[in-house]
């Protein structure tokens, strides 16, 4: 027996309790195979969790900033009895998940990484995605650290910490879900949700090692989440594997759970896009970017180099300010008269760019980007995907972006090939390739406008052929 949307979404008044419901469904009904280890209990992967955040050698403390222990304890518990009982709410029944900081929980402010905002009215609901989370029986353990207000991709804090990465401590995690991927990558949590205006899901994957999703911006409701860009926000999900990306991508969109079915490599064409994402690669991810390359060839996908002016054209309506830059002024124009001082002046300074940027200004970038997405759309039309470096360098060290320069400069570049999936409207995911022994490196696929069930399918197949 399915579960059909609507009666899906309803089971958010039965997560913590066993219902009679017709909506809950045998476990050997399901329509989804699970994400999670079948012979561990919710409740002791969760005490794993929490061990894992709580331990002072560990990356916790700057990982999560606030723990639900009770709360997620009773949510596990209640995940068993269900399990017990032969019933399940879906595959996410009983994952252990953490939320990113600018999320919206009851009863509690929204602070977005900031200490601008920590005495904030608490919000009086819990955003969309968080309530389908919990309706589908996961286990919300932690918020986790983040970007201030989400703006950067390299990750660091300096209000609550830096979260080291999982492969050095003394670099970098990647943004703006720096908490979401070392939560995942040391085990604080199974998959850990984020948010992406120019890569934030996936910078911090390829960073720390780990699988990052960025859906078509109106799949997942970005209600409850503090706003960076209105424009080119999105909600997505950060794992060890792609079933479990695609697994939370469906429930936060209120799809049907589905199953992924590899889609078949033999024949698909993907093209790998010329000029820009190939600029000022690192040797480690030119090199490790060729291979993956030359092993996607041999398990049959046709790749073709693919000239893209349309990302000169792109960089042309940034010129004068991003998205980012201009919306993110209109929201904090009024914090930064008052509390300037109070936030990070990296940060401050991105923001500050939008301060003379007019209306007509704005106006021909919403109109120009709006003629880009669909001419992107139409040349992308005779291709399954692209396929390219998430960034073209590895996590650089905190030391390296201690100064503006510095930051700036590995600012630019880490968000620079994740910010066209943004810009398009695209969606688009970020692969571990394989490492012996170095530093992380992603590989990112991206696909069409609404494609998302493809683009999973083929990344299923492609993080097959790297797990050979």
Same mark, same amino acid.
């Given at each position: 027996?399915?579960?059909?949307?609507?009666? @899906?979404?309803?089971?958010?008044?039965?997560?913590?309790? /066993?219902?009679?419901?017709?909506?809950?469904? +045998?476990? !050997?009904?399901?329509?989804?195979?699970?994400?999670?280890?079948?012979?561990?209990?919710? +409740?002791?992967?969760? !005490? %794993?969790?929490?061990?894992?955040?709580?331990?002072?050698?560990?990356?916790?403390?700057?990982?999560?900033?606030?723990? &639900?222990?009770?709360?997620?304890?009773?949510?596990?518990?209640?995940?068993?009895?269900?399990?017990?009982?032969?019933?399940?709410?879906?595959?996410?029944?009983?994952?252990?998940?953490?939320?990113?900081?600018? @999320?919206?929980?009851?009863?509690?402010?929204?602070?977005?990484?900031?200490?601008?905002?920590?005495?904030?009215?608490?919000?009086?609901?819990?955003?969309?995605?968080?309530?389908?989370?919990?309706?589908?029986?996961?286990?919300?353990?932690?918020?986790?650290?983040?970007?201030?207000?989400?703006?950067?991709?390299?990750?660091?804090?300096?209000?609550?910490?830096?979260?080291?990465?999982?492969?050095?401590?003394?670099?970098?995690?990647?943004?703006?879900?720096?908490?979401?991927?070392?939560?995942?990558?040391?085990?604080?949590?199974?998959?850990?949700?984020?948010?992406?205006?120019?890569?934030?899901?996936?910078?911090?994957?390829?960073?720390?090692?780990?699988?990052?999703?960025?859906?078509?911006?109106?799949?997942?409701?970005?209600?409850?989440?503090?706003?960076?860009?209105?424009?080119? $926000?999105?909600?997505?999900?950060?794992?060890?594997?792609?079933?479990?990306?695609?697994?939370?991508?469906?429930?936060?969109?209120?799809?049907?759970?589905?199953?992924? !079915?590899?889609?078949?490599?033999?024949?698909?064409?993907?093209?790998?896009?010329?000029?820009?994402? /190939?600029?000022?690669?690192?040797?480690?991810?030119?090199?490790?970017?060729?291979?993956?390359?030359?092993?996607?060839?041999?398990?049959?996908?046709?790749?073709?180099?693919?000239?893209?002016?349309?990302?000169?054209?792109?960089? +042309?309506?940034?010129?004068?300010?991003?998205?980012?830059?201009?919306?993110? &002024?209109?929201?904090?124009? %009024?914090?930064?008269?008052?509390?300037?001082?109070?936030?990070?002046?990296?940060?401050?300074?991105?923001? !500050?760019?939008?301060?003379?940027?007019?209306?007509?200004? &704005?106006?021909?970038?919403?109109?120009?980007?709006?003629?880009?997405?669909?001419?992107?759309?139409?040349?992308?039309? $005779? =291709?399954?995907?692209?396929?390219?470096?998430?960034?073209?360098?590895?996590?650089?060290?905190?030391?390296?972006?201690?100064?503006? %320069?510095?930051?700036?400069?590995?600012?630019? =570049?880490?968000?620079?090939?994740?910010?066209?999936?943004?810009?398009?409207?695209?969606?688009?995911?970020? =692969?571990?390739?394989?490492?012996?022994?170095?530093?992380?490196?992603?590989?990112?696929?991206?696909?069409?406008?609404?494609?998302?069930?493809?683009?999973?399918?083929?990344?299923?197949?492609? %993080?097959?052929?790297?797990?050979?």
């Amino acid at each position: 027996m399915k579960i059909g949307r609507r009666q @899906f979404l309803r089971l958010a008044g039965t997560a913590a309790t /066993l219902s009679a419901s017709p909506c809950v469904v +045998r476990a !050997e009904e399901k329509a989804a195979k699970t994400v999670l280890p079948p012979s561990h209990s919710a +409740r002791d992967r969760l !005490e %794993e969790s929490l061990a894992r955040i709580a331990n002072p050698k560990g990356e916790g403390a700057r990982a999560c900033l606030t723990v &639900y222990a009770q709360t997620a304890r009773s949510a596990a518990d209640a995940a068993d009895a269900r399990a017990r009982a032969g019933v399940t709410l879906g595959p996410l029944d009983g994952a252990i998940i953490s939320i990113k900081d600018l @999320f919206d929980v009851a009863g509690e402010p929204t602070r977005a990484g900031s200490k601008v905002l920590v005495d904030a009215p608490p919000a009086s609901t819990d955003a969309p995605v968080v309530r389908r989370l919990r309706a589908a029986g996961a286990v919300i353990v932690a918020k986790t650290n983040m970007v201030e207000f989400a703006f950067s991709g390299i990750g660091t804090n300096p209000h609550y910490g830096t979260p080291g990465n999982p492969a050095d401590r003394t670099r970098v995690p990647g943004g703006s879900s720096s908490g979401a991927a070392v939560a995942v990558a040391d085990g604080m949590c199974e998959i850990g949700i984020g948010t992406d205006t120019g890569g934030s899901t996936r910078v911090p994957a390829a960073f720390c090692g780990v699988v990052g999703y960025k859906p078509t911006k109106a799949r997942v409701p970005t209600e409850g989440a503090f706003p960076l860009s209105f424009t080119l $926000d999105s909600v997505g999900p950060i794992a060890r594997s792609v079933a479990a990306c695609a697994t939370a991508d469906a429930v936060m969109a209120g799809d049907d759970p589905w199953g992924i !079915e590899p889609a078949p490599l033999q024949g698909l064409r993907l093209g790998i896009p010329q000029g820009l994402p /190939l600029r000022d690669l690192d040797q480690a991810v030119a090199a490790r970017f060729s291979d993956a390359a030359k092993e996607l060839a041999r398990a049959g996908m046709r790749l073709s180099d693919e000239p893209l002016p349309l990302l000169d054209n792109m960089v +042309r309506v940034n010129s004068k300010a991003t998205f980012a830059v201009a919306e993110s &002024y209109v929201i904090h124009r %009024e914090k930064l008269a008052t509390r300037g001082a109070d936030f990070d002046p990296f940060v401050r300074s991105r923001i !500050e760019g939008g301060r003379t940027l007019s209306a007509a200004d &704005y106006m021909a970038m919403l109109r120009d980007r709006a003629a880009l997405v669909r001419a992107m759309d139409v040349r992308l039309s $005779d =291709l399954d995907g692209l396929v390219l470096p998430t960034t073209p360098i590895v996590a650089p060290t905190i030391a390296e972006v201690s100064t503006a %320069e510095g930051f700036t400069a590995k600012n630019g =570049l880490a968000l620079r090939n994740p910010a066209i999936a943004n810009f398009f409207d695209l969606c688009a995911i970020s =692969l571990p390739l394989p490492r012996a022994g170095s530093l992380p490196v992603g590989l990112m696929l991206v696909a069409r406008n609404g494609h998302d069930h493809r683009l999973f399918r083929i990344a299923a197949a492609v %993080e097959r052929v790297f797990a050979a």
